[in-house]
């Protein structure tokens, strides 16, 4: 049954694609590796590379070519995401973010994080 399910709308890969690097950024060390510093700014630029819609892909590459990805430490790279991520709202007419509130919506030890549509931690 699974086999015959619809592939995802781009709107659908879109959310899961930003849920996944949000829920990264915000269990990233605050004092990272350089392993780990290198591995994040793999990880953005293999998805400009791959991403799975290719104006999406094309756009992005832009948008990390006058965005350097930061990530010298948690709070680094949270804000630095939710600086490209509102690029890209910004580029689709949708509503800008307040970046203060990063942590609130996305780290899961502050008991906020929704999947599923319900809270891990109520
Ligand atoms: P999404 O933008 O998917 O956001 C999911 C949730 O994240 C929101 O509900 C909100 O709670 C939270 N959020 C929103 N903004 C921020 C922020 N700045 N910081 C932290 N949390 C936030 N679609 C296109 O049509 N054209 C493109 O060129 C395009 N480029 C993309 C590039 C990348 C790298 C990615 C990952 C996606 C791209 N998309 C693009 C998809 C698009 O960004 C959305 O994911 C999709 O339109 C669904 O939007 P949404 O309203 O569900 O919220």
Known sequence: KDAKAAPL????VGRATWMLLHTIAA???????????????????IISRLYPCKECADHFKEVLKANPVQAGSQAEFSQ?????HNVVN?????????????????????????????????
């Not at 970046?99 to 994080?113: K, L, M």
Request: hydrophobic content about 25%.
């Open 9 to 12: 709308t781009k709107e659908e």
């Open 27 to 45: 269990q990233f060390p605050d004092e990272p590796t350089r392993q780990q510093k290198r591995d994040v700014k793999e990880l953005m630029h």
């Open 80 to 84: 630095w995401l939710c600086y490209v």
């Open 90 to 122: 910004r580029s689709l007419g949708k509503p800008i973010f307040p970046c203060q509130r990063v942590t609130a919506r996305w780290d899961p030890e502050y008991g906020n994080i929704e999947l599923n549509g319900r809270r891990l931690k109520e």
